[in-house]
């Protein structure tokens, strides 16, 4: 069943990283860099290192994957986790262990 008529949610922790190239299989929204997920925002900087251990750390943006297979900020992240009940209050800016 898609998932276009139900309500976007949060799934995990994720990582932007912006290389400067197109790669096939992102979120809809990068067309540019890629995208690393995980458990929690440490995984995805683990799975970097081992990716490119000398990486620039400040062409990545910390953030989430959502159910509607889009990257979005930590805190478009907390609003969102609100709006869906992932979240019982109000905070500005999303961690992972907010939502597990």
């Given at each position: 069943m898609s998932n276009n008529n139900r309500d976007e949610?949060?799934?995990c922790a994720a990582m932007y990283y912006d290389d400067g190239l197109?790669?096939?299989?992102?979120?809809?929204n990068i067309d540019i860099g890629f995208v690393?997920?995980?458990?929690?925002h440490h995984n995805c900087f683990?799975?970097?290192?081992l990716i490119n251990p000398t990486f620039d750390h400040s062409k990545v943006e910390q953030g989430?994957?959502?159910?509607?297979?889009?990257?979005?900020s930590r805190n478009d992240a907390a609003e969102l986790a609100?709006?869906?009940?992932?979240?019982?209050?109000?905070?500005n800016i999303l961690f992972s262990e907010d939502l597990y």
């Open positions: 949610y949060v799934i197109p790669h096939i299989h992102q979120p809809k690393v997920c995980g458990r929690r683990a799975i970097l290192n989430f994957l959502t159910s509607k297979d889009r990257f979005i609100l709006q869906n009940g992932q979240i019982e209050r109000p905070v």
